[in-house]
Nanobody
Framework: QVRLVESGGGLVHPGGSLRLSCAAS????????MGWYRQAPGKQRELAAA???????NYADSVKGRFTISRDNAQNTVYLQMNSLKPEDTAVYYC?????????WGQGTQVTVSS
């Protein structure tokens, strides 16, 4: 059974930081591309950041320079370090594991940026 479990969300003030974690089980984690997606109220889900099995990264323009995605294949975990957070970063953040046409989603974790 495949499980992706996100953690680390919460309420933070503008300018603050959070670190999200996504622990995977039931897959050969090291060969999957891992991504962090987010969905704000009333908006479509969008890719925030992704990292390939080889460590190449890709970021949405809106988070470049502020967010950093990384992975630990020994721990089957992908991280998203979020700095200089803005109110517009408020969303549910989802972890996704992708291999060709196969995709698995986590349940999401809420991030709220507010003063």
């Amino acid at each position: 059974q495949v499980r992706l479990v996100e953690s680390g969300g919460g309420l933070v003030h503008p300018g603050g930081s959070l670190r999200l974690s996504c622990a995977a089980s039931g897959i050969t984690f090291s060969i999957y591309t891992m991504g962090w997606y987010r969905q704000a109220p009333g908006k479509q889900r969008e890719l925030a950041a992704a990292i390939t099995f080889g460590g190449s990264t890709n970021y949405a323009d809106s988070v470049k320079g502020r967010f950093t995605i990384s992975r630990d294949n020994a721990q089957n975990t992908v991280y998203l370090q979020m700095n200089s957070l803005k109110p517009e970063d408020t969303a549910v953040y989802y972890c996704k594991a992708t291999l060709a046409a196969i995709g698995y989603w986590g349940q999401g974790t809420q991030v709220t940026v507010s003063s």
